[in-house]
């Protein structure tokens, strides 16, 4: 049994800060990428960051400079620290893990709100 576990999600003003958490564990083998989607009202599922275990990073355009992600590999555990929040972020937050055999495992989704 796999669990990918999503923690930090909540309300916050424009402007404000909030870091997610997404921890994998339980039958899995080893981890290769990590990252996270991201998915609002009336909208596609877009990728937002993601980060493969080499040390590489990739971001959508719109949060460039604002969110940053990081990885602990030994815990496998992502985080996606997100500064200077505006309205548009508000979404469900989904974080990933794909092993090395090529399957890909899912967070439960934790909820992002930003007021205005």
């Known amino acids: 049994q796999v669990q990918v576990v999503e923690s930090g999600g909540g309300l916050v003003q424009a402007g404000g800060s909030l870091r997610l958490s997404c921890a994998a564990s339980?039958?899995?083998?080893?981890?290769?990428?990590m990252g996270w989607y991201r998915q609002a009202p009336g909208k596609q599922r877009e990728l937002v960051a993601q980060m493969p275990s080499g040390g590489s990073t990739n971001y959508v355009d719109s949060v460039k400079g604002r969110f940053t992600i990081s990885r602990d590999n030994a815990k496998n555990t992502v985080y996606l620290q997100m500064n200077s929040l505006k309205p548009e972020d508000t979404a469900v937050y989904y974080c990933?893990?794909?092993?090395?055999?090529?399957?890909?495992?899912w967070g439960q989704g934790t909820q992002v709100t930003v007021s205005s």
């Open positions: 339980g039958s899995i083998f080893k981890i290769n990428a």
């Open positions: 990933y893990a794909d092993n090395v055999f090529g399957s890909r495992y």
